[in-house]
């Protein structure tokens, strides 16, 4: 069974730093992977997906990240925040070998607050 | 284009009532998720299906809860005698293709809350 851990449940930087969001997953075979944001009383709206092409990958909102096997690792990263990034990030994966049974395993979420 | 509409937004029961949320996926989407999300967790997978067939159920109780996604019309998650643990916030998601390849497109969520 796949599983997603996102460490820490919560993350604050200042406006303008670094955000690093990390996410590692356990799976047998390379997954594909997604990182979501959700806005308060929102649904799921998609940043970025890795689906075996190029490992570092672009998303919008200025977001990447960088699918590292060795490391089964797909840390978020944004070079400099922004007060609108304050919401909650949720990163997925899907098996791609599981034919038509394709439902997203998801980590439990980390809040990310930006200070002004 | 409109996106994944699920309705209603809100939705209040008192316990041993029954619930149907509804989920209309994005045009040209014929694959549908439920998904739900507790307090303070990750969503959690229900039941996968394309029209008229359900493909994984493997996140959905064993009782209570059933889904169906008819030739016409909507996708509905239908809550029977619904208690205060199913008090959460369910996602509907609708892709074109099965997962991997077309990313999943989510809904705003229908709140469930149980009085």
């Known amino acids: 069974a796949q599983s997603v851990t996102q460490l820490g449940s919560h993350v604050s930087v200042s406006e303008g730093a670094l955000v690093l969001l990390r996410c590692n997953y356990s799976?047998?075979?390379?997954?594909?992977l997604f990182w979501y944001v959700q806005y308060p009383n929102q649904g799921l709206q998609l940043l970025l997906k890795?689906?075996?092409?190029?490992?570092l990958v672009k998303g919008i909102n200025g977001f990447e990240a960088e699918f590292k096997k060795s490391e089964t690792s797909f840390h978020l990263t944004k070079p400099s925040a922004h007060m609108s990034d304050a919401a909650e990030y949720f990163c997925?994966?899907?098996?791609?070998?599981?034919?038509?049974?394709?439902?997203?395993?998801f980590g439990k979420g980390i809040t990310l607050s930006v200070r002004p | 284009n409109a996106g994944v509409m699920q309705n209603p937004r809100h939705l209040v029961r008192r316990r041993g009532q029954e619930a149907r949320l509804r989920c209309s996926p994005m045009?040209?989407?014929?694959?549908v998720y439920w998904y739900r999300q507790l307090p303070e967790e990750g969503l959690k997978f229900m039941v996968y299906?394309?029209?008229?067939?359900?493909?994984?159920e493997s996140g959905m109780p064993k009782e209570r809860f059933s889904a169906e996604f008819p030739k016409e019309g909507p996708s509905i998650l239908r809550i029977q005698q619904v208690v205060r643990g199913d008090s959460a916030a369910y996602f509907c998601?609708?892709?074109?293709?099965?997962?991997?390849?077309?990313?999943?497109?989510f809904g705003d969520g229908t709140r469930l809350s149980i009085l």
């Open positions: 299906l394309q029209k008229e067939n359900i493909i994984d």
């Open positions: 997925a994966v899907s098996d791609p070998d599981t034919g038509a049974n394709s439902k997203l395993t």
């Open positions: 045009k040209g989407h014929s694959h």
């Open positions: 998601a609708s892709s074109p293709t099965r997962t991997g390849v077309q990313p999943q497109h």
């Open positions: 890795y689906t075996s092409a190029a490992t």
């Open positions: 799976s047998s075979v390379p997954p594909y």
